[in-house]
C-alpha cells in the first residue's frame, strides 16, 4: 500500500514538474463562508406594487396575474481582503479561479408569524434563487437540495475578476417568488437561503 501511494505522489510531482496543471479546491473546510441568510417581511397592509423594507433590505413587488412577485436583492460578501494572507491555497495559485461551484443547501420560505413552510404547491406560485444574475435554484428543485452548480459567463466573470486581483470579494443574490392571491399570503412571510461556493483555483506547473 504504501508502495502504491508514492508511486501516485511521484507520478503526480512529475506531471506538475513537466509543466502539467493541478487544481486547489477553495471551501468550506478552508475558510469560505457560506452565501446564508433570512429575509423576514410584514405582508400584512402592503399593497403589491410598492416596495417593502425590511431593515437594510428593500423588497419589489410587481403585480402579476393571480398574485404578486416578490425580489429580494443583497450582496453578500465571499472574500475579505484578509482571507488572501489567510488561506494558503491563494499562495500557491498561479493559475487562480479556474471556476466556481455553488452548493444551493437551502431555499425556504415561512408563515413568520407560526413558523409553518408555505405549502409549495398551493402558496407558492414560483420561486427563483440567482446568484450573480445566473439561476442556480427553483421551484422544481426546492424539494430536492442540496444541489451544486457551477457558475458560468458572467456570474463566474464577476466573482473571478475580483479574485483573480485579490480584492474583496462578493456575489449578488437575487430571489424572486410569486404568491398567489389565493390561498391570502401570510401576515408576515420568511426567506431563508443557505448556499455554500467553493473556488476551484488553478496551480500552475513548477520549474525544476
Not at 473546510?29 to 431593515?55: R, W
Not at 424572486?176 to 461556493?197: F, G, T
Request: contains cysteine; proline residues 6%; aromatic residues 4%.
Amino acid at each position: 500500500m504504501r508502495g502504491t501511494k508514492r508511486t501516485l505522489w511521484m507520478a503526480a510531482l512529475v506531471l506538475v514538474a513537466c509543466g502539467g496543471s493541478a487544481e486547489l479546491r477553495v471551501d468550506e473546510t478552508k475558510g469560505i463562508p457560506p452565501v446564508k441568510g433570512s429575509t423576514e417581511i410584514s405582508l400584512a397592509t402592503y399593497t403589491c406594487g410598492q416596495p417593502i423594507t425590511s431593515g437594510e433590505v428593500t423588497v419589489t413587488t410587481t403585480v402579476v396575474a393571480g398574485g404578486c412577485q416578490f425580489s429580494f436583492d443583497k450582496d453578500v460578501p465571499v472574500l475579505k481582503a484578509a482571507d488572501y494572507d489567510k488561506i494558503p491555497d491563494f499562495k500557491g495559485a498561479t493559475n487562480l479561479v479556474q471556476r466556481v461551484e455553488l452548493t444551493v443547501k437551502t431555499l425556504s420560505f415561512a408563515d413568520a408569524a407560526t413558523g409553518t413552510k408555505l405549502d409549495l404547491s398551493t402558496a407558492v406560485t414560483s420561486a427563483t434563487l440567482m446568484v450573480n444574475g445566473q439561476q442556480v435554484a427553483d421551484k422544481s428543485v426546492l424539494t430536492q437540495l442540496p444541489k451544486t452548480v457551477t457558475l458560468s459567463g458572467e456570474a463566474l466573470n464577476q466573482l473571478k475578476t475580483k479574485v483573480d486581483a485579490r480584492q474583496p470579494a462578493s456575489v449578488h443574490l437575487t430571489v424572486v417568488m410569486v404568491l398567489p392571491n389565493d390561498p391570502k399570503p401570510p401576515s408576515r412571510l420568511k426567506v431563508d437561503y443557505d448556499a455554500q461556493p467553493a473556488l476551484i483555483l488553478g496551480a500552475g506547473g513548477i520549474k525544476l
